[in-house]
């Protein structure tokens, strides 16, 4: 570089250049490709000079000698550099080199067209796919492949937001500002236990042999949440009506006990499905739905309530679901964004909690449940850990989330389950989502969609939030299924059914000490006999 200045102006722009790649390189060689390239405009640098003018010349003359200490470089220098130089143009960096330069000398529109155009390819290849079923091959995949046609189609994410992260908290975003407050039927439903939950009706539009939909909030969600109104508005649209199941302390509703909810506990749902079950014209089919949480309540309910279940609901769909609880506690709290969303759930807890701080204080007041300490609680885990498994008898947390986990339950059902399922998901990773389970099920389907995140699935230029894809699996798979006019869906779903009394008899038979078992606990639950 100090040859450079020596040499004049017209050598900066080389040296410049030589010794970004030099510097580059981080070797000798740039260096010696430096000090060729310099020597080697000796020559011509000279004559150039010599026929200026004779003030010019004195100050070359002045300048001369420590030009040359600075940059004549020695003859086997000059032998090893040229050397340095052939192997230079040889090699991949020379390649690289000339990109860098290439992309350096674009126009900013040319990079920012090129820029589109990757990520114009990086979509249609990467991220609009065909969603995958998981499923056995029987009568319930054939019919969803012919009934439900969303399933054949490929999933566009919106373009300009697939990342999962942001579709989750868009899609929120988006249905709390634009979709209206929805007027429900309020009705209070109180439970055995003097608890009482708040049970909201869409029956607008609605005519008497409308089939109905139970639908099941998250963590903290009730009829108000902006998830839940795109699938009311939907159902609405498709003339179903709509029963939104509010947990104990959710909705405004006052505890009447200390007992709240868990994802593993579904007496309050068995309760809630008996009476809507009660209510509803004899001719009508129920359907139910849950989501995140509430997918994990009423997937605990098919499988712990087997034959109640089906004698009671026609079909049922859960979404967004955290299948492994155990991977989804873990994939919640990895940093940044991930644990930054599952803060905001805690603080929903939290929020929850302190809503009903008046009747917990007294109680827990000599026990080992801090309420101070877990109103301070930062991750969905730690709450779990302080309050939730401690209200429901869990000895540890652990013990909790392996009792409400669903991928090792599946084969229990047997309603039939439509499930919807981001392979993105920040809440549950891909690995969790029990593919090989349900392909070897007779009533439970999963639909994984590359993105969407979590009860996302955002589509279109500018995400609709009334049509969108999580509302329109939604309406046509309990379209096809509640109304049923033809009554292919109940001739299906017998042919499952057979097949499943097939299949368990088969495992049964394989193990007769499993056999003795289940009579064991169907004699005592049934009978009330006490067995010695």
């Given at each position: 570089?100090?040859?450079?200045?020596?040499?004049?102006?017209?050598?900066?722009?080389?040296?410049?250049?030589?010794?970004?790649?030099?510097?580059l390189?981080?070797?000798?060689r740039?260096c010696?490709?430096?000090?060729?390239?310099?020597?080697?405009?000796?020559?011509?640098?000279?004559?150039s000079?010599?026929?200026?003018?004779?003030?010019?010349?004195?100050?070359?003359?002045?300048?001369?000698?420590?030009?040359?200490?600075?940059?004549?470089?020695s003859?086997?220098?000059?032998?090893?550099?040229?050397?340095?130089?052939?192997?230079?143009?040889?090699?991949?960096?020379?390649?690289?080199?000339?990109?860098?330069?290439y992309?350096?000398?674009?126009?900013?529109?040319?990079?920012?067209?090129l820029?589109?155009?990757?990520?114009?390819?990086?979509?249609?290849?990467?991220?609009v796919?065909r969603?995958?079923?998981?499923?056995?091959?029987?009568?319930?995949?054939?019919?969803?492949i012919?009934?439900?046609?969303?399933?054949?189609?490929?999933?566009?994410?919106?373009?300009w937001?697939?990342?999962?992260?942001?579709?989750?908290?868009?899609?929120?975003?988006l249905?709390?500002?634009?979709?209206p407050?929805?007027?429900?039927?309020?009705?209070?439903?109180?439970?055995?236990?003097?608890?009482?939950?708040?049970?909201d009706?869409?029956?607008?539009?609605?005519?008497?042999?409308?089939?109905?939909?139970?639908?099941?909030?998250g963590?903290?969600?009730?009829?108000?949440?902006?998830?839940?109104?795109?699938?009311?508005?939907?159902?609405?649209?498709?003339g179903?009506?709509?029963?939104?199941?509010?947990?104990?302390?959710l909705?405004?509703?006052?505890?009447?006990?200390?007992?709240?909810?868990?994802?593993?506990n579904?007496?309050?749902?068995?309760?809630?499905?008996?009476?809507?079950?009660?209510v509803?014209?004899?001719?009508?089919?129920?359907g139910?739905t849950?989501?995140s949480?509430?997918?994990?309540?009423?997937?605990?309910?098919?499988?712990?309530?087997?034959?109640?279940?089906?004698?009671?609901?026609?079909?049922?769909?859960?979404?967004?679901?955290?299948w492994?609880?155990?991977?989804?506690?873990?994939?919640?709290?990895k940093?940044?964004?991930?644990?930054?969303?599952?803060?905001h759930?805690?603080?929903?807890?939290?929020?929850?909690?302190?809503?009903?701080?008046?009747?917990?204080?007294?109680?827990?007041?000599?026990?080992?449940?801090?309420?101070?300490?877990?109103?301070?609680?930062?991750?969905?885990?730690?709450?779990?850990?302080?309050?939730?498994?401690?209200?429901?008898?869990?000895?540890?947390?652990?013990?909790?989330?392996?009792?409400a986990?669903?991928?090792?339950?599946?084969?229990?059902?047997?309603?039939?389950?439509?499930?919807?399922?981001?392979?993105?998901?920040?809440?549950?990773?891909?690995?969790?989502?029990p593919?090989?389970?349900?392909?070897?099920?007779?009533?439970?389907?999963?639909?994984?969609?590359?993105?969407?995140?979590?009860i996302?699935?955002?589509?279109?230029?500018?995400?609709?939030?009334?049509?969108?894809?999580?509302?329109?699996l939604?309406?046509?798979?309990?379209?096809?299924?509640?109304?049923?006019?033809?009554?292919?869906?109940?001739?299906?779903?017998?042919?499952?059914?057979?097949?499943?009394?097939?299949?368990?008899?088969?495992?049964?038979?394989?193990?007769?000490?499993?056999?003795?078992?289940?009579?064991?606990?169907?004699?005592?639950?049934?009978?009330?006999?006490?067995?010695?």
């Amino acid at each position: 570089m100090l040859c450079a200045l020596a040499r004049g102006p017209h050598h900066l722009k080389v040296a410049a250049v030589y010794y970004n790649l030099s510097d580059l390189l981080c070797t000798s060689r740039g260096c010696a490709v430096l000090a060729v390239r310099l020597a080697s405009g000796h020559g011509s640098g000279s004559a150039s000079r010599r026929s200026s003018s004779h003030q010019h010349q004195h100050h070359h003359h002045q300048q001369q000698p420590r030009r040359e200490l600075l940059c004549r470089p020695s003859r086997s220098g000059v032998q090893s550099s040229k050397l340095a130089v052939r192997t230079f143009h040889s090699e991949p960096v020379a390649m690289f080199y000339s990109m860098y330069a290439y992309l350096s000398n674009l126009p900013r529109l040319h990079v920012l067209g090129l820029a589109i155009i990757a990520y114009v390819v990086y979509y249609l290849i990467q991220v609009v796919k065909r969603p995958i079923i998981a499923c056995s091959d029987g009568p319930f995949k054939q019919y969803l492949i012919r009934k439900v046609p969303t399933l054949e189609n490929k999933y566009w994410p919106t373009f300009w937001c697939v990342e999962s992260r942001a579709q989750t908290v868009l899609a929120s975003l988006l249905r709390s500002k634009s979709l209206p407050r929805i007027n429900y039927r309020r009705e209070i439903l109180c439970l055995k236990d003097g608890g009482e939950v708040a049970l909201d009706w869409m029956e607008e539009g609605c005519n008497a042999n409308a089939p109905c939909i139970l639908i099941l909030p998250g963590l903290t969600g009730e009829s108000q949440a902006e998830y839940i109104k795109c699938l009311v508005l939907a159902a609405q649209q498709s003339g179903m009506r709509v029963v939104v199941f509010n947990n104990r302390g959710l909705g405004g509703i006052e505890l009447k006990t200390p007992r709240l909810y868990c994802a593993a506990n579904c007496e309050d749902l068995c309760e809630v499905v008996k009476h809507v079950r009660k209510v509803l014209p004899a001719h009508c089919k129920l359907g139910a739905t849950g989501i995140s949480m509430g997918g994990l309540i009423l997937g605990n309910y098919l499988a712990r309530k087997s034959e109640e279940a089906r004698s009671i609901l026609s079909a049922a769909k859960i979404i967004s679901v955290p299948w492994d609880v155990h991977k989804g506690s873990a994939s919640i709290e990895k940093p940044v964004i991930n644990s930054l969303l599952g803060r905001h759930l805690a603080g929903s807890l939290c929020r929850t909690l302190r809503n009903h701080l008046d009747i917990y204080r007294d109680i827990y007041q000599d026990s080992d449940i801090d309420i101070q300490r877990i109103l301070r609680c930062t991750t969905i885990k730690e709450f779990d850990e302080l309050f939730t498994a401690k209200q429901f008898g869990y000895a540890h947390v652990n013990d909790y989330y392996s009792d409400a986990t669903l991928h090792n339950k599946l084969d229990h059902i047997s309603v039939p389950l439509l499930c919807l399922s981001a392979a993105d998901d920040p809440f549950q990773p891909l690995d969790a989502i029990p593919v090989k389970a349900a392909n070897q099920c007779t009533h439970v389907a999963i639909v994984i969609t590359a993105r969407g995140g979590h009860i996302g699935f955002l589509e279109g230029w500018w995400p609709s939030t009334r049509d969108q894809y999580m509302g329109r699996l939604f309406t046509e798979y309990f379209t096809k299924a509640l109304f049923d006019e033809d009554g292919e869906f109940q001739h299906t779903s017998d042919k499952m059914h057979e097949r499943f009394l097939a299949k368990e008899t088969v495992a049964l038979a394989a193990s007769p000490l499993l056999l003795d078992k289940k009579v064991v606990v169907v004699d005592h639950l049934d009978h009330k006999v006490k067995l010695t």
